[in-house]
Structures are given as C-alpha cells and as structure tokens.
C-alpha cells in the first residue's frame, strides 16, 4: 500500500535545543497530519494541514510548535524549545479522499 | 469532547480461535478506520468504512452509523496477529482528523 516515510527513525536531544522531524507523505496526497504517542497511550492528533496552511490544532500544539512544507518537500514539525515532556513517538500522516496512511514514527527522546 | 470508546482493553486468544473488538463513539461521525500496532511501533491501516462491513481475509469489520459503533471481527487467530488494535473516529468534514481509542492490546498464544 501508499507509504508514508519519516525521518529521523529516533532522535535523542538536550531540553531547550530544537528539533525537526520530517516526513515524506505519498506522492499524490493533500492532506498533512502530525500525531503524537506517549509510550504506551493512545495516538492523539496534533495538528493538519492543507494548502499550504495549518487547518486546525489540538491543544496539544504548543506555541513551541511549527508545521511547514517548503516546496513541497519533507512535511516538517519543528519543536523550538523542546521540553522534558515532548518524549513522545510523533506519527505523520498523509490523506487523499479519505483513509489516512501513517509513517513509522520518529522516537524522540527530550533529556 | 469527541470520544472514543474501545473494549476490552486487553484480550488473549489461543490460536486458530477468534473474537471481536468494539468501538463506541459519542456522536454521529463520518467514517471509521481501525489498525493494527505491531511490535515495532508501526501502524498498519486495516480498514476504512463510512458504512456497512468489509473483509480482508480473517478479519471483517462492520460500522453502524446509525448507532454509532464499530467492530472489528478476528477469526482463526495467528501468532502475527498479536498487536494493539486501535480503532479512529473521522468525526469532521473537510480536512479531517482522527480521534482514537485507547486500544486493544491482543495476545495470541500457541
């Protein structure tokens, strides 16, 4: 099925220092999306993105949190500065019509 | 706000055996998309319904609208089966966003 790619796979950083995730969605979707997953909890949404334009956040999306794909490049979240509680496992997806297909996650780990 | 109920939270199965998943969601939502979390982490979609059931091999998966619920149905049960089961609501139009359960952590032992 559609693949969905995420880069890196882990990411282990200092508290305060900044991060970026990337993600290479399936080649013909319109629709972005980051999720996020404490180990051992359930997905939740983060943020989507559509059009070049963030169309809804969760609460979850701190003001230390940024979206953006230039050029239609890597789909990228930017935590700056990262806190103690971003160690999460963050998910992209990417959406055409309907079904939502999901990377593999990058693990991220905030000391 | 939009939740998602998922049961049971944990189940065990022997092999070649099988059992069924459910979700109850709060309000009327679009459609349903369930998963399986393997050991690595990784998210494997198994299906999207907006309505009625579908099937792919030993698993089949009905979503009643009207009464707001979905199940997910395991029969014949394999080793590679085990995994967390997660089902998400598509609650908006539009841009959409998925709202999950908890989670089914399945185990099958020989």
């Known amino acids: 099925g559609p693949k969905v790619l995420q880069i890196p796979s882990h990411q282990i950083i200092d508290m305060g220092q900044m991060v970026t995730l990337n993600c290479d969605p399936v080649?013909?979707?319109?629709?972005f999306y980051w999720y996020k997953q404490i180990l051992g909890q359930q997905m939740e949404f983060l943020v989507n993105f559509y059009n070049g334009k963030v169309m809804e956040k969760s609460k979850l999306f701190k003001d230390q949190f940024s979206v953006e794909r230039p050029d239609g490049s890597y789909f990228t979240l930017k935590i700056q500065p990262t806190a103690l509680e971003d160690s999460a496992v963050y998910f992209c997806?990417?959406?055409?019509?309907?079904?939502?297909?999901f990377g593999p996650g990058t693990r991220l780990l905030v000391l | 706000g939009d939740q998602v109920e998922q049961s049971p939270s944990a189940l065990s199965l022997h092999e070649g055996t099988g059992s069924a998943l459910r979700c109850n969601f709060t309000?009327?939502?679009?459609?349903v998309q369930w998963f399986q979390q393997n050991s690595r982490g990784s998210l494997i979609n198994l299906f999207y319904l907006a309505s009625g059931t579908k099937e792919n091999g030993r698993l089949k998966s009905t979503f009643n609208s009207k009464e707001s619920y979905s199940t997910l149905h395991i029969r014949d049960a394999q080793l590679e089966d085990s995994g967390t089961y997660f089902c998400?609501?598509?609650?908006?139009?539009?841009?959409?966003?998925?709202?999950f359960g908890k989670g089914t952590q399945l185990i099958i032992q020989p």
């Open positions: 080649s013909n979707h319109l629709y």
């Open positions: 998400a609501a598509d609650y908006t139009e539009g841009a959409d966003r998925l709202t």
């Open positions: 997806a990417s959406s055409g019509q309907d079904t939502q297909y």
């Open positions: 309000t009327t939502m679009r459609a």
